[in-house]
């Protein structure tokens, strides 16, 4: 499966099943882990002189020596040891103050803002509970009902996940949870839109719903209760909301 946890909400979450190929991609591939990448040699040479405790004399390698077979000098230059500049080091030293005065300032509102969600969270997985052991549904059923409780618990694990990413220090590193979060929302939406029972019907079939599909039926959604809203006087057009997703994206 693609490394995209986005992917994980539009395989169905079928007991004992998974996904039998590939998550398709579009365009250049957002994967976790590098392939094809060659350790030029004088890395390699300098790695093993570090295990032996000698250091390495890239200096006396030939020219040739030190550039990898079949690769551009302008990719893979020849490389040297040359240490930490004492410049950089001063300035390490001065952002780490800087760093410890305001983790003292932002961090307890941060933990705030955290625990804030978690009760949400902590909220919702209740009522999600508290659903299946009330109705008489199948949770794992071939149902609407069944699939919008699975995709709500899926929902609601990635959210837990991006909180406990961010209560470790993560930040950068959630944006593709967000989005995974952002695109589980709009399947979710998506299964109870009317007119759209193709989308949900292809989901319980263990087929795969592709997020452009979604806003696709989102798109098709807003511009349906455009007219009964303009008609009321409403003047937040719902199709503003879709180029928003699409904003999104861009």
């Known amino acids: 499966m693609r490394a995209c946890v ?22 250049r591939g957002h994967g976790l882990g590098v392939t094809g990448l060659e350790i030029t040699q004088q890395v390699q040479v300098a790695a093993r002189a570090a295990l032996s405790g000698v250091a390495p ?3 006396s390698m030939t020219e040739q020596e030190q550039q990898p077979a079949g690769q551009d000098a302008d990719l893979d230059p020849p490389l040297s040891v040359t240490g930490v500049p004492q410049e950089v080091i001063r300035n390490r030293e001065t952002q780490a103050a800087r760093n ?11 933990d705030a803002h955290i625990h804030a ?19 008489d549904f199948d949770v794992v059923g071939d149902t609407r009902p ?21 209560q470790l220090g993560y930040t950068s590193e959630v944006l593709h949870l967000g989005r995974a979060l952002h695109e589980a929302d709009g399947l979710l939406e998506a299964f109870y839109m009317q007119n759209e029972d193709t989308l ?47 904003k999104m994206f861009d």
Do not use: K
């Open 57 to 59: 004399n890239l200096g």
């Open 146 to 166: 069944a699939a919008l409780w699975q995709m709500s618990g899926r929902c609601i694990g990635i959210g837990r996940l991006i909180l406990d990413a961010l």
């Open 200 to 246: 949900v019907r292809r989901w319980i079939a263990g087929e795969y719903v592709r997020p452009a599909e979604v806003r696709q039926a989102q798109a098709r959604y807003d511009a349906l209760l455009a007219e009964p809203m303009r008609g009321m006087g409403a003047t937040d057009d719902p199709i503003q909301r879709n180029d928003t997703r699409r």
């Open 117 to 135: 969600h978690r009760l949400a969270l902590d909220h919702l997985a209740n009522v999600h509970q508290w659903i299946a052991d009330t109705y």
């Open 6 to 27: 986005g992917a994980v909400a539009y395989w169905p979450a079928r007991t004992g099943r998974r996904p039998s190929r590939p998550c398709p991609s579009r365009g």
């Open 100 to 110: 410890a005065v305001e983790r003292t300032r932002i961090e307890p509102r941060i």
